[in-house]
């Protein structure tokens, strides 16, 4: 059985055996501390009212780490979620969440002009960047996204509105999915910021 | 014992291999299960703890089983190991190939070469794009250079018509000051230029061109020239052309190809992780749904085995209506059905060995009644001369307690009885004969009859059956009815003569004494008086001897016997020759029996008592003593202080004529003993210890006496 271990070891790697045997054991739990500073941070809001529209300005800072940028540039496209929540405030009752956003955009490397491209999903349009980081500055920024028509918004009420960025470990390709819920490296995601919409 | 349910098996199997299923789908098709692999691998090892709980429970139970000594621990833990054994080397075998398989299955499917080559087309496809971007540029730059020259002309139909010259499908003139300053007009469906990144325009300055892919997806060239000019105010010259024909599609196609193969490449890793993963988890999930069933199927097949443990103790026990379930139809079914047929037959045997005994025990005690019902004495004794058996009768005849001497050696008995030992002489067994034997009670005539045990049975065979009659009172009545019958004839023939002899001798001595003178007047008197005195005195015996024969019917009431001795005794009293003492032990000694007789049997023993002192010179002294029997009944001991009986007369005694008396009839006791005899009692003589005879009479109580007395 120990010879079985050792060869098995040899096969999976180190890293793998460890995690077998951690999902053997059941305790197959990674905290996210292990991650060691947030690569993913929501930098700046800024919502504005222009014609009946609420509109928001976000500065993000997307950082990818080794692993992500290897897996990107040997062809996994990676997908980011920004989501938004428009929350009702309640005073006696818990918030009520009126609307969600959920913006997302596709990161992928393109081999043959060797340049990164940025396709936003919800509505098609792409770019292609000749860096990486000209890439996820373009997703860094984001401008004038209309969040809510202020006329669904009910008067003298207080509107809250929060938002996060991360990456869709769902759009994942199948074996790298399992993969990424269990490694540490790839829980990429900001917390929540949460700002007032309508005073 | 807990019932076992097999559908909670079933069940708990089917979860596990859905669960698996769902795993193994959601790590190959990752669209429909991907967003459920969580969950998946969470339920997973929910169960597969569960299943580690019910191991655990199971291995504490068995544990605890074991420790307790439960029949089917060991055979349970047996089973568990073998089946354990049996799961865990497949499935280790499984595991270890299918790694294998992963591991190399999956490397086989990517080769350098593969590589390399997918890496040369995407180079050459490059290559390929790039000579015509080199052209682009170039045309680009005179452009620029004609932009630079141009005339008065406005700029845009400049535009227009440079993108017709150029073949592009869009040109636009930027400058470093505010970006974009014109733009040709496009063709609809144009794309536009790429946007400057981080929203700052980089001044070109040599003509380059490179390939861009705008949203469309289509393959473009981007070039770009400066625009020659005066210093401080930049610009320069964008022109988008299309990448035509074949080339363009073939590139695509490589880079498509490429990617694809780079990314499964990639993928190669992650993908050996979470197979290897699954399948870690399938047969861990395996492996402990195969221990659980393996504790499962053990109770299963314990359990009827347990069943039988119990129930052969319980048989052991000799409990016999327990009985085993029959579940199964298999041999296990059919070794309990074989139990429970043989519980069956025990019960069965057991009920009728028990009625055999109560029917033998009835018999015996049947036997044992009649055997000490018998009036006669039965002894048997067994090969070796030990007592077996002594029944009622015999052991009241021999004056034996049986309770002594039952299993007791004969020599012992001998031993203390050595007036019994002619009984039990080896040498005249087998045959029949009298034997007179000095008991307490007196002297008594025994008929022992002896015969040899021959039965088929060894452990019987071989002892003897003695039959011990008392003849005494038979050989008694015998004799009395002889001697009755020789005394009434007696009487009869002396009787008839005796009177008319005393007549003549009176008429005799009447007619012929006056006439007569001197000496034969005397002679003839005295021998006329002598003649009459004989005549009487034989006339007195003929009496006796006709009341000894007569024998009048018997009268019986009940008897106060204190009273009736005290009304004897008072006839006495006044006479000086004979001092009567009265014993009375007890106040009430009521007997049913003859007064007239009873009175008759006092007065003849007291007559005999004063007979046999009359040669002494004391008065004779009578002593009288009454007491009630504890069974019921009077004993009544006459003493004397005269010479006794001698032992020769002692067993004799009883029979007429016999008597040691000067001029008595040898009738007193004979009569006595047919009275007692009449009234069913007995009566023996003996001597008193202090010197004397005594003669005790005891007239047992009829045994329905106590209630005609209350």
Redesign the interface.
């Known amino acids: 059985?120990k010879r079985?271990r050792g060869?098995?070891l040899g096969?999976?790697?180190v890293?793998?055996a460890f995690?077998?045997v951690i999902?053997?054991t059941?305790l197959?739990y990674v905290p996210h501390a292990l991650a060691r500073r947030p690569a993913f941070a929501v930098m700046r809001v800024h919502s504005y009212l222009r014609r009946g529209v609420y509109y928001l300005d976000a500065d993000l800072s997307l950082r990818l780490n080794p692993r992500a940028h290897?897996?990107l540039v040997?062809?996994?496209a990676l997908t980011f979620i920004v989501e938004i929540h428009i929350i009702r405030y309640r005073r006696f009752l818990w918030n009520e969440i009126i609307g969600r956003l959920r913006e997302r955009y596709r990161l992928s490397?393109?081999?043959?002009?060797r340049?990164y491209?940025v396709?936003n999903l919800n509505i098609?349009?792409?770019?292609?960047?000749?860096?990486l980081a000209?890439a996820l500055?373009?997703l860094n920024h984001i401008r004038r996204l209309p969040l809510i028509d202020a006329s669904l918004l009910a008067r003298h009420t207080r509107y809250l509105a929060r938002i996060r960025v991360g990456l869709d470990d769902?759009a994942l390709?199948?074996?790298?999915?399992?993969?990424s819920?269990?490694l540490p490296g790839w829980q990429l995601e900001s917390t929540w910021n949460q700002w007032v919409l309508v005073q | 014992m807990r019932q076992l349910r097999p559908w909670g098996l079933l069940v708990v199997l089917i979860v596990v291999g859905v669960a698996l299923y769902l795993l193994s789908l959601?790590?190959?098709?990752?669209v429909v299960f991907?967003?459920w692999?969580?969950w998946l691998?969470g339920a997973n090892?929910l169960v597969?703890?569960l299943l580690i709980v019910l191991i655990a429970v199971n291995l504490y139970r068995l544990y605890r089983a074991l420790r307790q000594d439960t029949p089917g621990a060991r055979l349970t833990r047996r089973l568990v190991v073998l089946f354990g054994v049996l799961a865990v080397l497949p499935v280790?075998a499984v595991f270890?190939f299918s790694?294998?398989f992963i591991?190399h299955g999956i490397d086989s499917w990517f080769n350098l070469n593969l590589d390399r080559t997918l890496g040369d087309a995407?180079t050459l496809?490059?290559r390929a794009?790039t000579s015509q971007t080199g052209l682009y540029a170039g045309a680009s730059a005179q452009a620029a250079r004609m932009l630079a020259d141009r005339g008065p002309e406005p700029i845009g139909p400049a535009l227009d018509r440079l993108r017709k010259e150029l073949g592009a499908v869009r040109v636009g003139i930027f400058n470093t000051a505010n970006g974009r300053q014109a733009l040709s007009r496009n063709e609809p469906r144009v794309p536009a230029f790429?946007?400057f990144?981080?929203g700052k325009s980089t001044y070109p300055v040599t003509p380059s061109a490179?390939?861009?892919?705008?949203?469309d997806g289509n393959l473009y060239v981007l070039a770009r020239a400066p625009i020659p000019g005066k210093a401080g105010h930049r610009r320069w010259l964008e022109a988008l052309y299309p990448v035509k024909g074949r080339a363009s599609k073939l590139?695509?196609r490589?880079?498509a190809g490429?990617?694809?193969y780079?990314?499964l490449?990639?993928?190669r890793?992650?993908?050996?992780?979470?197979?290897?993963?699954?399948l870690?988890?399938v047969l861990?999930l395996s492996l402990l749904a195969a221990m659980w069933a393996a504790f499962f199927a053990a109770r299963r097949v314990v359990e009827p085995i347990q069943d039988l443990a119990y129930a052969t103790r319980a048989v052991a026990a000799g409990d016999f209506a327990v009985k085993v379930p029959e579940h199964s139809q298999d041999e296990i079914g059919f070794l309990a059905r074989a139990f429970n047929r043989m519980t069956d037959r025990l019960a069965l045997a057991r009920a009728e060995a028990r009625q055999g005994e109560i029917t033998l025990e009835r018999e015996r005690t049947w036997l044992a009644t009649v055997f000490g019902a018998l009036p006669t004495g039965v002894i048997t004794l067994d090969a070796a001369d030990n007592l077996r058996s002594i029944n009622a009768a015999a052991a009241a005849m021999l004056e034996l307690d049986p309770k002594c001497w039952q299993g007791v050696a004969l020599e012992n008995l001998l031993d203390q009885r050595t007036e019994l030992k002619p009984l039990f002489e080896r040498g005249h067994r087998n045959g029949r004969r009298d034997l007179e034997v000095r008991l307490s009670r007196g002297m008594c005539t025994l008929r022992v009859g002896s015969t040899k045990i021959a039965g088929a049975q060894t452990q019987i065979s071989g002892g003897w059956v003695l039959v011990v009659e008392d003849v005494s009172e038979f050989l008694h009545a015998q004799r009395n009815a002889a001697w009755g019958e020789v005394a009434r004839r007696l009487a009869h023939e002396i009787k008839n003569p005796l009177t008319p002899i005393q007549l003549a001798t009176e008429r005799l001595r009447r007619k012929c004494l006056p006439s007569m003178t001197g000496v034969e007047g005397e002679v003839l008197e005295r021998a006329t008086a002598t003649i009459i005195n004989q005549v009487k005195s034989m006339q007195g015996m003929v009496d006796s001897f006709s009341e000894y024969a007569r024998s009048p019917m018997l009268q019986l009431s009940l008897v106060d016997g204190v009273s009736l001795v005290r009304e004897v005794a008072e006839l006495y009293r006044g006479r000086t020759d004979v001092t009567i003492k009265l014993r009375i032990a007890s106040q009430r000694v009521h007997v049913r029996a003859d007064a007239a007789r009873l009175r008759q049997i006092l007065h003849n023993l007291i007559k005999n008592s004063i007979e046999a002192q009359e040669g002494t010179a004391r008065p004779a002294w009578i002593e009288i003593a009454i007491m009630a029997l504890p069974k019921g009944g009077m004993e009544l001991r006459v003493g004397d202080r005269g010479p006794g009986f001698s032992p020769g007369l002692l067993t004799r005694a009883f029979e007429p004529y016999v008597t040691t008396k000067q001029g008595g009839t040898g009738l007193g006791l004979a009569l006595v003993h047919k009275l007692v005899e009449e009234q069913g009692g007995r009566v023996w003589l003996g001597n008193r210890p202090s010197g004397g005879a005594q003669v005790v009479v005891r007239l047992a109580q009829a045994r329905s006496e106590p209630e005609q007395q209350a």
């Not at chain 1, 490397?109 to 002009?113: F, G």
């Not at chain 1, 098609?124 to 860096?131: P, R």
């Open positions: 059985m079985l060869k098995v096969r999976l790697g890293r793998g995690a077998a999902l053997g059941g197959f290897r897996a040997h062809g996994v490397y393109r081999p043959l002009t340049t491209r396709e098609g349009s792409s770019n292609a960047y000749d860096s000209g500055d373009s769902q390709p199948g074996p790298l999915k399992l993969v819920l269990l | 959601s790590t190959t098709r990752s991907g967003r692999q969580l691998i090892i597969g703890l280790g270890y790694l294998q591991d995407l496809s490059r794009l790429p946007p990144p981080e490179r390939l861009y892919v705008p949203s590139a695509r490589v880079e490429y990617s694809r780079h990314e490449s990639y993928l890793r992650p993908l050996k992780l979470s197979f290897a993963l699954t870690t988890l861990l």
